[in-house]
């Protein structure tokens, strides 16, 4: 949020960024570098476990295996489709 703030300060469209704001009722939290580790490291990681499974079990089978290759190489969706078009 803060970093489509400037973004709309930069265009020149603040105002209307504000009203969109305004109208949706939106909000971020500031958060420091230490807030955001510690939400990570508090992940619990059995529920992460839980959507996984049946993300798979719903998805089309291109869409489970793009998933599941992303879960066990750690690579970000981008970095995933990246590899995917180098060897292909």
């Given at each position: 949020?803060?970093?489509?703030s400037?973004?709309?300060?930069?265009?020149?469209?603040?105002?209307?960024?504000?009203?969109?704001?305004?109208?949706?009722?939106?909000?971020?939290e500031?958060?420091?570098?230490?807030?955001?580790?510690?939400?990570?490291?508090?992940?619990?990681?059995?529920?992460?476990?839980?959507?996984?499974?049946?993300?798979?079990?719903?998805?089309?089978?291109?869409?489970?295996?793009?998933?599941?290759?992303?879960?066990?190489?750690?690579l970000?969706?981008?970095?995933?489709?990246?590899?995917?078009?180098?060897?292909?």
């Amino acid at each position: 949020m803060a970093s489509l703030s400037n973004l709309a300060r930069y265009l020149g469209v603040y105002e209307e960024w504000k009203r969109i704001i305004k109208r949706f009722g939106l909000n971020w939290e500031n958060w420091n570098g230490l807030d955001s580790f510690m939400s990570i490291m508090s992940t619990d990681l059995a529920s992460i476990e839980e959507w996984l499974e049946e993300a798979i079990r719903k998805l089309p089978q291109k869409y489970a295996l793009a998933l599941i290759f992303m879960a066990l190489t750690g690579l970000r969706p981008n970095e995933a489709c990246c590899s995917h078009l180098e060897v292909s």
